[in-house]
Structure formats: structure tokens, C-alpha cells
T-cell receptor, first 113, second 112 residues
């Protein structure tokens, strides 16, 4: 069964600190992996999308890495801000159809002043 | 403004009363999809459509129907809603096949 597991489930950090979120997946065959940020009560917003051949991708203070061999990805947030408080969701495309998406349960990040 | 529009945003209904949640996008995207989000379970894909007249089941299609007669619209139909379909629903679209998704604002449905 295709699965996406994220860790930790929740994380509290102080403003200005860095953090790393993890995503492990078993989706096969693999098409691409995305990270989304979801503020409470709102639709997710894309941060990055990575294909099999990409190891690292940055979007401002967000840097995603992908190891397709070990089926692991991470999202590193640098110099966190209060506005980074949100749920971060890892999504993998692939399996029976590259239109089929499997979502992780998300990591809830809270940034305190 | 490029966007995905869902209606209604909030709805309370009763068991068995058919309802439709509309989804429309103005970006000429080929791919559209529906998701439900429940506490502790995250987002789960209900149905997706790679293009007009092409639809496929996601992980949780039971109790739902969709249609894609036009490129811009992808309605979600609950023929006989039940309380376990109480959830927050999101529609999303993307260029090509399941690339960067643009999500709607969500529709909160309560079935009594």
C-alpha cells in the first residue's frame, strides 16, 4: 500500500531558529514529491516540487531534499518566523497513476516569539 | 485573478439529501481533483481528473461521484450523504498532470 509518513507530528521552536521536517514514502513507481504549507482553515500552498532526478530545491528560506534511493525527503526551514506556524504536508505522486496523490498527515509547526 | 472557486463554503445538511459541491478554475488547467481533510487523517484524495471526460478514483471514492464535462468545472456529488462524510473538502487544479496544485478555499460540510 502506498504510504507517506511524516515526522515529527508536531514541533515547537523559537523564532529565528532552524528546523527540519522529515518525510518517508513507499509510493512506487515514483513521479514527484511536493511540500505544501497549510495555514489553519485554508487550502495548502505549494512550497516545492521535486522529481526523481532532483536532490535539492530551495524556495526562499525553505529547502527541500530528496533521496529517491532511500525514499526520504526533508524540508529545512531557516531563520524561522512567526508566520511559518502552519502544517507542512508532504505529498507524493505516483503508484497506479501519476495523477494519484498520497498525502502525509503533516507536521504542525509552531513558532514562538 | 487565477483561482479555484468552491461553493458552498459552508453547508449543513441531513442524511440522504443529495448535494453538489461545485469547483471551478479559471487557469485552463487540465488536472482537477477533490480531497477531504479530517482531524488525525490529513488530506485524502477522493477523485481526480486528468482532462475532460477522464476521471479516476483516489483513495476514498466511496459515496462520491464526479463529472468533468467542461475543462473549468469539476463538481463533487454526494448522492446520499451520511454523517461520516462530514468533513472539510478541498478542490485543486494544476497544469498538466498533477504538478503544482492550486487549492480552493475549502468547503466545510456537516451531515446530520
Amino acid at each position: 500500500k502506498n504510504q507517506v509518513e511524516q515526522s515529527p507530528q508536531s514541533l515547537i521552536i523559537l523564532e529565528g531558529k532552524n528546523c527540519t521536517l522529515q518525510c518517508n514514502y513507499t509510493v512506487s513507481p515514483f513521479s514527484n514529491l511536493r511540500w505544501y504549507k497549510q495555514d489553519t482553515g485554508r487550502g495548502p500552498v505549494s512550497l516545492t516540487i521535486m522529481t526523481f532526478s532532483e536532490n535539492t530545491k530551495s524556495n526562499g528560506r525553505y529547502t527541500a531534499t530528496l533521496d529517491a534511493d532511500t525514499k526520504q525527503s526533508s524540508l529545512h526551514i531557516t531563520a524561522s518566523q512567526l508566520s511559518d506556524s502552519a502544517s507542512y504536508i508532504c505529498v507524493v505522486s505516483g503508484g497506479t497513476s501519476y495523477g494519484k496523490l498520497t498525502f502525509g498527515q503533516g507536521t504542525i509547526l509552531t513558532v514562538h516569539p | 485573478e487565477a483561482q479555484v472557486t468552491q461553493n458552498p463554503r459552508y453547508l449543513i445538511t441531513v442524511t440522504g439529501k443529495k448535494l453538489t459541491v461545485t469547483c471551478s478554475q479559471n487557469m485552463n488547467h487540465e488536472y482537477m481533483s477533490w480531497y477531504r481533510q479530517d482531524p488525525g487523517l490529513g488530506l485524502r484524495q477522493i477523485y481526480y481528473s486528468m482532462n475532460v471526460e477522464v476521471t479516476d478514483k483516489g483513495d476514498v471514492p466511496e459515496g462520491y461521484k464526479v463529472s468533468r464535462k467542461e475543462k473549468r468545472n469539476f463538481p463533487l456529488i454526494l448522492e446520499s450523504p451520511s454523517p461520516n462524510q462530514t468533513s472539510l473538502y478541498f478542490c485543486a487544479s494544476s497544469y498538466g498532470g498533477a504538478n503544482v496544485l492550486t487549492f480552493g478555499a475549502g468547503s466545510r460540510l456537516t451531515v446530520l
